[in-house]
């Protein structure tokens, strides 16, 4: 259980393009989704927290007209780099946690999507 | 700012062996921790979570907490080729219930 999936798992654009990534969770409500991104050999960062029906909350430094967070259903949350350029390219991680009965809650990840931008 | 701190490594084991990854963190509130396993190219997969001082063990695994020392600790044991990857140390920080903290990580090689 606790499947998240995330599409598509590598996109390579040019410079200017805006590119939108899906996550979903296949087996279960996500109350809560998370964006990371990921520079080589760098540990993963919170972008944004996103929680169903409300706006997302970005972390400090994270543009928010930039990274454009839509989590309309219990199931599903895109991500889109808008107008994305060179310095955007890096490995984009969701999460999402659900309804869990244990606690904590853990985040379960998406299998991530690397984006090359030309 | 809340840090968590992870020794990059890498750790190298051989086959068989017990290998013990450390972390620590600053926020002395934090509430519950959790250890993942990244493998090259692919995004992290939990592995367990700890929140009461002490040891939890699950299979080969076995997480240690010492708030007091703020440190998290994750043991395993009779370590196996396939658990070559780097290990990430994630803590939910105090008044921050929803999000993760991660370290660095620690790159684990094991040896046969």
């Known amino acids: 259980g606790a499947v998240v999936s995330q599409h598509p798992s590598w996109v390579i654009c040019k410079s200017g393009t805006s590119v939108k990534i899906e996550c979903r969770s296949l087996?279960?409500?996500?109350?809560?989704m998370f964006w990371y991104r990921q520079f080589p050999k760098q540990s993963l960062m919170l972008m944004a927290t996103?929680?169903?029906?409300?706006?997302?909350?970005?972390e400090q430094g994270v543009e928010k007209d930039k990274f454009l967070i839509n989590h309309a259903s219990l199931t599903l949350s895109t991500l889109t780099v808008t107008s994305a350029h060179p310095e955007d390219s890096s490995f984009y991680i969701c999460s999402a946690r659900g309804r869990d009965t244990i606690i904590p809650r853990p985040q379960h990840f998406g299998d991530g999507t690397r984006l090359s931008i030309l | 700012q809340k840090e968590v701190e992870q020794n990059s490594g890498p750790l190298s084991v051989p086959e068989g062996a017990i290998a013990s990854l450390n972390c620590t963190y600053s926020?002395?509130?934090?509430?519950?921790f959790f250890w993942y396993r990244q493998y090259s190219g692919k995004s992290p997969e939990l592995i367990m979570f700890i929140y009461s001082n002490g040891d939890k063990e699950d299979g080969r695994f076995t997480a240690q907490l010492n708030k007091a020392s703020q440190y998290v600790s994750l043991l395993i044991r009779d370590s196996q080729p396939s658990d070559s990857a780097t290990y990430l140390c994630a803590v939910n920080p105090s008044g921050g219930y929803n999000k993760l903290i991660f370290g660095a990580g620690t790159r684990l090689a094991v040896h046969p």
């Open positions: 926020d002395r509130g934090s509430q519950s």
């Open positions: 087996d279960f409500q996500a109350t809560t």
């Open positions: 996103s929680n169903e029906g409300s706006k997302a909350t970005y």
